[in-house]
């Protein structure tokens, strides 16, 4: 089982719909974690991170965690066609600093 | 500000040459830097850390030999594919940690390799 599994996509959607975006994790250890978009050919940009259960929300994008599923999430409302990219969600253990990507979800938002 | 930039953005080469890549933050002192690999489609492996002044520490079935890895100084990390063969060609993409915000990992844009 992988450390960090989402959903390849692609995922398309209208302008203006809410996309919901997912992930799972497999190690209980796992403290924080961290949403990054990356467009094609473009180094990853870090959208979010969030280290506890619940809600985190900065202007259309809310991450949220469910520590006790192991489950995490990125909402965006009001989605534009800039959105399209490719989401990843990422774990960081705080020791040591590195990170373990999932596969990464492919979003096109389409006029 | 925490901006990384990497250097070339991208190269083609012939099989059996080497090719450095440089990787730099350019607005802050960055103590930990990170070189990863990602192949179409697919998601970022982390192939090594780099520490300043120190050896980097490398993921397992990274060959060190063949991605030598520098980090010189505060602000510049090098990776060089020695040998490279057109199995190496792939998107490399490094990050550095500022540690006023160690937490967060701040990409730089990526370099696309090719080997012919």
């Known amino acids: 089982q992988k450390e960090v599994e989402q959903d390849p996509g692609p995922l398309s959607v209208p302008e203006g719909a809410i996309v919901s975006l997912n992930c799972t994790y497999s190690?209980?250890?796992?403290?924080?974690f961290m949403w990054y978009r990356q467009y094609s050919r473009k180094g990853p940009e870090l959208l979010m991170y969030?280290?506890?259960?619940g809600n985190k929300e900065d202007g259309r994008f809310t991450a949220q965690v469910d520590k006790s599923s192991k489950y995490i999430s990125l909402f965006i409302r009001d989605s534009q066609p800039s959105d399209s990219a490719t989401y990843l969600c990422?774990?960081?253990?705080?020791?040591?600093?590195?990170?373990?990507f999932g596969t990464g979800t492919q979003l096109k938002v389409e006029l | 500000g925490a901006v990384v930039s990497q250097h070339p953005s991208w190269v083609i080469c012939k099989s059996g040459t080497s090719v450095k890549i440089e990787c730099r933050s350019l607005?802050?002192?960055?103590?930990?830097m990170f070189w990863y690999r990602q192949f179409p489609k697919q998601s970022l492996m982390l192939m090594a850390t780099?520490?300043?002044?120190?050896?980097?520490?490398?993921e397992q079935g990274v060959e060190k030999d063949k991605f030598l890895i520098n980090h010189a100084s505060l602000t510049l990390s090098t990776l060089t594919v020695t040998s490279a063969h057109p199995e190496d060609s792939s998107f490399y993409i490094c990050?550095?940690?500022?540690?006023?915000?160690?937490?967060?990992?701040?990409f730089g844009p990526g370099t696309r390799l090719t080997v012919l």
């Open positions: 990050s550095a940690t500022n540690p006023r915000r160690v937490n967060e990992q701040f």
């Open positions: 190690n209980s250890a796992f403290q924080y």
């Open positions: 969030t280290y506890s259960s």
């Open positions: 990422a774990r960081h253990t705080g020791g040591g600093n590195k990170l373990t």
């Open positions: 607005d802050f002192q960055a103590t930990t």
């Open positions: 780099s520490n300043e002044g120190s050896k980097a520490t490398y």
